[in-house]
């Protein structure tokens, strides 16, 4: 075989883009589909008397010629062993220790960020591919000289490699499914500026929403309640999926975002009067930020003909609902909130029928399953790590929202009192959700939601809503909680002015209704959440989890029944509310933990090994005499004796 042939067949291993089949014809690999066309037509011109087979990364075809070309090797491999049988030993072993030493040689010098940091997070999948950027690819399936990937940086040329931001770039979709496979960039997609400071901005909308819910706690107070924060949900859901989608980091898309911002600040602007004299404002700075981002799908499509589909069938399912905004402005209460919840049901649930349209076509026929894999032949996928960090920060916010929730200021001159117990209640609560939502749902993943199964990604995705939606009513009753004066060791004039306004001598009914089953529900929706994963086994575990969420779920009932017990006053029932969290919390630690360890550190004596050549008792016989031990010069003494010894 040629050099040319051994050198791309013992290239990088992380990627073959070529090789040589046993009949000498040479095979060329396209990183993805859409990579395929451009790299025959530069393959045709450079070789045009040559004859070339083009594959596609992970295709039957692929996989076939890789199989072909391995049992050839097999058999060279063989014959030469045959043939001689010392000499191939000895090359065996020195190839297998350079190959060793590479890799952890690579390992310690290079520093660039695998697929693996983060993906392995969430469940390996067999369905999935990964594509680099098309330059990167294309060069290198041409020329088959992968050994720049490995090589030392040189950190001096780094510094002048500076980039640039554009005023606009042509977007590339981040990750998509194409016949089955998910492909998705190398690169790990990292959390933007923007969205972080999207996030401060949301801060003030959970802060509003929760503060006028609290204000009337009654049901059509709830009622406003969601019609006013399920639309902010769902501006915010936009913004997340447009820059999950598609990799734009130019101006253009910065300013796109801003647009979003400020019609998200409008929106918040009229929402306390939204049901009196701002609603038509309300609905449409909410309109023309989802109608923007249909004409965003719709421009996306035009760019990228490969999720045209997909887009404008996102496209129209902004469309369809804003019509009936639209409608609901012109409509007197009550009919107007039959038209607000059919917009809220399609803005939340419209993209589930392209999902049924991909993935269950064929209960409907055999002809319509064909026309729809030929229409949805590429579809965008979300990015696990970037919606999941982006998920927590959310929730962060909300849980963030119940801390602010019990401050207040107090004038007292010594002001350990009734006020501050129950703040400091309120904040064991919040502590022990984010403990049991992060530290124990949200550690130990085998399989995340979204990757195990399409109903467990529709499950988590959809019991956020309610979840973060239950918590922030909870934080807006508890902040009214707190300062109530009905029971013992409560003196409102130990209060400063404005929060010995707020402070009541009875607690309305609908309060206890909103704190007690806003924090059952959250407690329901984040057992739903952590039973749509699936966690690693631990052998030898005390609770299995199933029984833990049972527990859980027992809980929540018991908090749902809670304001029934009207006798009980407001440290009463923040107490005892304290007591039934911290007792999951116990529960999930307890639960978790391994029937053979002991949940105390146990000090061991420290042991060392070493592997030396010298005799045992003159390693002991220092040790006794307490001297400073001279590996060196033990070493250096004539011994015949040679192992490991253990010294404790």
């Given amino acids: 075989m040629s050099t040319e042939a051994t050198h791309a067949i013992h290239g990088h291993r992380s990627r073959l883009r070529q090789f040589f089949l046993p009949d000498g014809r040479k095979v060329h690999i396209a990183a993805s589909p859409e990579e395929a066309d451009t790299l025959k037509q530069k393959l045709s011109r450079q070789y045009p008397n040559q004859e070339f087979d083009l594959y596609i990364h992970g295709s039957p075809e692929h996989v076939g010629a890789l199989r072909e070309a391995h049992s050839h090797h097999e058999q060279r491999r063989d014959t030469l062993r045959k043939q001689q049988p010392e000499a191939f030993e000895q090359f065996e072993n020195v190839r297998l220790e350079l190959d060793a030493l590479s890799t952890e ?26 594509h680099d950027s098309p330059n990167q690819s294309s060069s290198a399936s041409l020329d088959g000289d992968h050994s720049a990937l490995h090589e030392k940086r040189d950190w001096k040329a780094e510094r002048r490699k500076g980039t640039t931001i554009k005023l606009w770039q042509r977007p590339v979709v981040r990750q998509y499914f194409h016949k089955g496979l998910l492909w998705r960039a190398s690169t790990p997609e990292e959390v933007a500026s923007f969205e972080l400071f999207l996030d401060l901005l949301y801060v003030g909308i959970i802060a509003i929403n929760g503060d006028k819910a609290s204000e009337d706690p009654t049901g059509l107070g709830l009622l406003r309640f969601c019609v006013t924060f399920i639309p ?30 400020a019609c998200l600040l409008a929106y918040t602007t009229n929402i306390v009067e939204s049901f009196d004299h701002t609603y038509a404002q309300l609905i449409s700075f909410y309109l023309a930020s989802r109608l923007f981002g249909a004409i965003y799908y719709l421009w996306m499509g035009y760019l990228l003909p490969i999720v045209r589909a997909m887009m404008i069938n996102n496209a129209l399912c902004i469309f369809i609902p804003s019509a009936l905004w639209i409608a609901s402005i012109h409509v007197e209460e009550p009919s107007r909130l039959a038209l607000i919840w059919v917009a809220i049901f399609i803005d939340l649930f419209g993209a589930v029928v392209g999902v049924f349209l991909i993935r269950y076509a064929h209960l409907i026929s055999a002809k319509f399953k064909e026309r729809m894999e030929k229409l949805f032949e590429f579809y965008p996928a979300v990015n696990i790590e970037h919606k999941t960090e982006r998920t927590n920060s959310f929730v962060t916010l909300v849980f963030g929202y119940s801390v602010v929730s019990l401050l207040y200021q107090n004038k007292a001159k010594f002001g350990v ?51 973060v939606m239950s918590f922030v009513l909870y934080g807006g009753a508890l902040s009214r909680l707190v300062v109530a004066h009905d029971s013992i060791d409560a003196d409102p004039t130990s209060l400063t002015e404005v929060f010995a306004r707020k402070s009541e001598g009875e607690i309305e009914s609908g309060l206890r209704w909103f704190y007690c089953a806003g924090l059952a529900t959250a407690l329901t929706c984040m057992g739903l959440i952590s039973a749509s994963h699936t966690h690693k086994e631990i052998v030898g575990q005390r ?106």
């Fill in 232 to 261: 902010g949900w769902r501006l915010w859901s936009d913004i997340s999926l447009m820059t999950s989608w598609f990799d734009a980091d130019d101006v253009v898309q910065r300013v796109a975002v801003l647009f979003n911002m």
């Fill in 543 to 648: 609770w299995k989890k199933r029984h833990r969420l049972a527990a859980r779920f027992a809980v929540a009932i018991v908090l749902f029944c809670l304001p029934l017990a009207k006798h009980l006053d407001s440290l009463t029932l923040i107490s005892t509310t304290t007591g039934l969290i911290v007792l999951v919390l116990l529960l999930e630690i307890w639960g978790t933990s391994c029937v053979q360890d002991s949940f105390f550190h146990k000090i061991n004596l420290c042991k060392y090994t070493a592997d030396c050549k010298m005799r045992k008792v003159d390693l002991e016989d220092a040790v006794k005499r307490g001297e400073t031990i001279n590996i060196e010069n033990l070493a250096g003494k004539e011994s015949e004796q040679q192992g490991v010894y253990e010294l404790s």
């Fill in 105 to 130: 040689l690579h390992m310690l010098t290079e520093h660039g960020v695998q697929l693996d940091a983060n993906f392995s997070k969430y469940g390996y999948s067999a369905y999935l591919r990964t």
């Fill in 417 to 467: 009192n009734a006020f501050l117990g129950k703040a400091v209640l309120g904040l064991v609560q919040a502590f022990s959700f984010n403990w049991i939502y992060f530290e124990i749902d949200g550690s130990n993943l085998y399989v995340h939601a979204i990757r195990r199964h399409v109903g467990t990604s529709l499950i988590w995705l959809s019991a956020h809503l309610p979840f």
